[in-house]
């Protein structure tokens, strides 16, 4: 079985940062992906960026050369940089984890087998 528990979620000024934790629970690690997702109010769930088992890294276009994924394999967790934050980067953060080893490019929302409970990003001023 595997659990994500999220953190760092908070609020934070336009223009400010936060760092997103999520702490893997679980045999998927090292064989899997582990990625971000946000779903604002009224809003289908987006994808944010996600790091691969072997250091691939992708990432939404909203977020491009602002957010920056990583991973430290000691500790099992992945981290979520966001940085020159914006009123629309408002949302409720989700780490997800897909197991399958053999996926090409980034994956799917349909291909992610397990989710966190979400961590709550506000930027206003």
């Known amino acids: 079985q595997v659990q994500l528990v999220e953190s760092g979620g908070g609020w934070a000024q336009p223009g400010g940062s936060l760092r997103l934790s999520c702490e893997v629970f679980?045999?998927?690690?090292?064989?899997?992906?582990v990625g971000w997702f946000r779903q604002a109010p009224g809003k289908e769930r987006e994808f944010v960026a996600v790091?691969?088992?072997?250091?691939?890294?992708y990432y939404g276009d909203a977020v491009t050369g602002r957010f920056f994924i990583s991973r430290n394999n000691g500790e099992n967790t992945v981290y979520l940089q966001m940085n020159r934050l914006k009123p629309d980067d408002t949302a409720v953060y989700y780490c997800?984890?897909?197991?399958?080893?053999?996926?090409?490019?980034?994956?799917?929302?349909?291909?992610?087998?397990?989710w966190g409970l979400g961590t709550q990003v506000t930027v206003s001023s």
């Open positions: 997800a984890a897909a197991s399958n080893p053999r996926l090409v490019g980034a994956p799917r929302l349909n291909e992610y087998d397990y």
């Open positions: 679980g045999r998927i690690f090292d064989s899997g992906a």
């Open positions: 790091i691969k088992w072997n250091g691939g890294v």
